[in-house]
């Protein structure tokens, strides 16, 4: 199923008496979200230009995020009574929650509907990989996604704020080493600070048996950070790459919900072959097949990165609400969902929560 978004978005009209009695989070449009981003907290080490402000940055209260039990709580829900047969934990940095282990291993002890245990991921800056990969693979993880913006110290360092790069290249060293495969790295690319370093992230990832990800640039940062017409698109990458590498593109992969185009590379003189992929969530939107679902640190279910609206199940479970109550109204919040994320249309308004307090 494919929705067109390049024409004004219309806003779904919500209907809870249209929406069929079925267990799944289906929304309006034939989609049903299977897969669960949980943002275990909203703090991190770095201050990445696309992510964060430099300083005066405002984080929940200790009090507003969800504890352990609660987020047990809702993957719970998730998978025994909603569907869910995908989890992948996020940020802000999840390495900055010392019971992500814990987390995991609920995760991991359950059972999906297909009889089988959920798919476990997690997307980190990696930092924290080198002294916790070993037990977060022991505990059911099975992949990383790791936040690579640069494959030189000084670029790292412009990028991010932080002069972490050794401990970012060993953290995703310490997940191949641990069995947390593929190793995936995510790559966002901004004018005027690391456009030009594309091919030798490329080059790095090939030489050491990880899958680049590239990802436009989305208007989820700080205030007037996000340009359209200054961002480096799906294909400014591909110019960019052409000439350094032989790639061939994967039309005949079935892509479904995955957000990423692929492309293979032959190898070179200088790199072995291998592959990379493009999340063009900008120019070449997927939203016809997203089948993602999101809860934030703070409790709140989100049913689209670029929601104007949430809704809050933390409030619920702290007032007595049964397990059905919150299933039912997680229900009908994802039937509500819109088709796609506007990001085009005239009239899009960005989220009010920055990418950090959403969870990636």
Not at 134 to 150: K, T, W
Not at 159 to 178: E, I, L
Request: hydrophobic share 35%; net charge neutral.
């Amino acid at each position: 199923m494919s929705i067109a978004l390049n024409m004004p978005l219309m806003q779904a009209r919500l209907d809870p008496a249209k929406r069929p009695d079925v267990p799944v989070l289906l929304d309006q449009f034939g989609r049903v979200a299977k897969d669960l981003r949980i943002s275990v907290t909203d703090r991190c080490n770095l201050r990445c230009q696309y992510c964060m402000p430099a300083e005066g940055v405002e984080f929940s209260s200790p009090d507003r995020i969800l504890t352990d039990d609660e987020i047990k709580r809702m993957i719970h829900i998730g998978v025994q009574q909603c569907g869910i047969e995908k989890i992948r934990f996020t940020g802000g940095e999840p390495l900055m929650r010392r019971s992500l282990e814990e987390l995991v291993s609920y995760a991991a002890s359950l059972c999906t509907w297909k009889g089988t245990r959920p798919d476990l991921s997690m997307t980190t800056n990696g930092l924290g990989l080198t002294h916790r990969a070993e037990a977060l693979a022991r505990a059911g993880l099975q992949r990383v996604n790791i936040s690579m913006d640069s494959a030189t110290r000084q670029g790292y360092r412009m990028m991010t704020r932080r002069d972490r790069f050794d401990d970012a290249v060993q953290g995703a060293a310490a997940a191949a080493q641990a069995g947390l495969r593929p190793v995936k790295l995510n790559a966002l690319l901004m004018p005027g600070v690391n456009e030009d370093q594309a091919p030798e992230l490329l080059r790095h990832a090939l030489r050491n048996g990880y899958e680049l990800r590239f990802i436009e640039f989305m208007p989820l940062g700080p205030r007037g950070s996000w340009k359209c017409e200054d961002m480096i698109t799906r294909d400014d990458i591909l110019d960019t790459l052409r000439p350094h590498f032989d790639l061939a593109h994967r039309p005949d992969r079935e892509r479904g919900a995955s957000p990423a185009e692929e492309w293979d590379v032959m190898s070179g003189a200088d790199h072995p072959g291998g592959r990379f992929g493009i999340i063009a969530s900008v120019t070449r939107p997927f939203c016809g097949e997203c089948d993602r679902t999101r809860l934030t640190a703070d409790g709140n279910i989100r049913t689209c990165l670029f929601a104007r609206s949430e809704t809050d199940v933390r409030t619920m479970m702290r007032t007595g609400a049964t397990d059905e109550d919150i299933a039912q109204t997680w229900r009908l919040a994802m039937w509500g969902k819109q088709p796609g994320h506007g990001i085009n249309d005239p009239d899009f308004l960005k989220p009010r929560r920055p990418m950090s307090a959403i969870g990636g």
